[in-house]
């Protein structure tokens, strides 16, 4: 889902509640297999994983 949002907080609450379990899900697992010195954030309307410049 492509979003407006400026944060992955506001994007998930604009998810419905079944799209946003399974995101939650998804994201809880990648968050904690993510590498040192990534971070989450929001780029092109979605939620991205990046290393920061």
Do not use: D, H
Not at 10 to 22: K, N, V
Not at 28 to 51: A, C, D, F, R, S
């Amino acid at each position: 889902m492509r979003s407006n949002a400026s944060t992955v907080e506001e994007y998930l609450g604009e998810l419905p509640e079944e799209r946003r379990a399974a995101i939650g899900a998804v994201r809880k697992v990648i968050l904690k297999n993510l590498p040192k010195g990534y971070e989450e954030v929001m780029n092109w309307g979605m939620i991205t994983y990046q290393v920061p410049l």
